[in-house]
């Protein structure tokens, strides 16, 4: 078999199904890409058992048939290829050979007989989500899903759609991040996508891209068509904690503040603190200001930030990492923090509406 191609779009491909190359697997064809020639169009497929990415490209095609290539090989050599079209020929010993220009190269490919088939999930159950704001809900929650594979439900992101209500949900037992969206989806979804395959979807998505991503689902996978790429998962098992409850329902201190210049206070607050050197961020919250202190064996820095601030002053510490994350992640250029007392969730919203809450459990401060 033989297929003629252009060489950025080969590139392209290659690179985006090669997110989903096992790098080390009991099955050695998964360790490679498959190709699949049919007329017109070339199809590559990775699969780690986990995840799944399948493209196709056109192409100029000389006979049907199937094989698995070493992914590095197959990425570096047509990347590293000096012109603009690039010839695949494939002989009946399962040989690549790769032409471009004066360059020519070939090594061996593998029999495919041995690449699991990818997970089919029905397009009858699915709903489709704009694909910029796709990956802005998948940004703005991914940094609190567990790291802890203890509960290995918690690794994941909870899709939650109800009512025309999409929540996209992560939490750690120390933070939690909800990113709502209307939808005009009428079904009800409840399933959680693990965090690594929802980044891989992220990175797939151009920037400002209103374009759709179809999402379909069943109780085992999901599917992200995102263009001409395809994103299979998993779907992780367990029961997911009931964030709604988690939700502080009113609050006695609101503080209205700039995000870049409490992320700055706090980045400067980091320089003392490391694995040897722990300590909580103290904060004093009052009087139209926040004053923000840290004490450790490396030094200590005392610092204030002028805010719009309303309700009871409180004086709470927190783990500066978990706050600095979420104000990273929090769109908008001022944010509105609520406190509840010292000991009570910390809440950091937008401005107005709550299209974003993140929610970080504070440190008992000592005396």
């Not at 964030?243 to 609050?251: E, T």
């Not at 009087?287 to 204030?304: E, F, L, Q, R």
Request: proline content about 3%; glycine content about 6%; aromatic content about 6%.
């Amino acid at each position: 078999m033989k297929f003629i191609c252009d060489k950025t779009e080969i590139s392209e491909a290659i690179g985006n199904v090669s997110r989903a190359v096992s790098q080390k697997s009991t099955i050695p064809a998964l360790e490679g890409i498959k190709v699949r020639v049919s007329r017109g169009s070339v199809e590559l497929t990775a699969y780690n058992l986990e995840m799944g990415i399948r493209t196709s490209i056109n192409a100029n095609t000389e006979g049907e048939g199937e094989f698995v290539v070493s992914a590095r090989l197959f990425s570096e050599f047509t990347r590293r290829m000096s012109g603009d079209e690039i010839t695949f020929d494939i002989d009946e010993n399962l040989v690549i050979s790769i032409s471009c220009s004066a360059t020519e190269c070939s090594f061996p490919a593998m029999s495919a007989s041995e690449y699991p088939e990818l997970p089919k999930v029905d397009s009858a159950r699915s709903f489709s989500v704009k694909q910029s704001i796709l990956k802005s809900m998948i940004n703005m929650t991914s940094y609190a899903a567990s790291l802890n594979e203890s509960k290995p439900v918690l690794t994941g992101e909870l899709f939650d759609i109800e009512d025309g209500s999409f929540n996209m949900v992560a939490i750690d037992g120390f933070r939690l991040a909800i990113r709502n969206e209307m939808t005009d989806c009428t079904e009800k979804y409840h399933f959680v996508v693990p965090k690594k395959a929802l980044l891989e979807v992220s990175t797939l998505i151009k920037d400002d891209d209103d374009k759709l991503c179809t999402v379909c689902t069943n109780d085992r996978h999901i599917i992200f068509e995102i263009g001409n790429v395809f994103v299979i998962s998993r779907l992780l098992e367990g029961v997911f904690h009931n964030y709604k409850l988690s939700i502080p329902s009113g609050c006695k201190t609101e503080v209205i503040i700039s995000k870049r210049d409490f992320s700055t206070c706090l980045e400067r607050c980091s320089l003392l603190i490391d694995d040897k050197n722990k300590s909580p961020i103290r904060c004093e919250i009052g009087n139209g200001v926040v004053k923000v202190s840290c004490k450790t064996g490396i030094g200590k820095i005392n610092d204030a930030i002028s805010a719009d601030i309303s309700g009871e002053t409180v004086t709470i510490g927190f783990n500066n990492k978990l706050i600095l994350e979420a104000l990273r992640a929090a769109e908008g250029d001022k944010v509105r923090i609520r406190f509840n007392g010292a000991m009570k969730v910390i809440e950091i919203l937008p401005l107005e509406g709550e299209s974003f809450i993140f929610l970080v459990m504070p440190i008992q401060l000592k005396n």
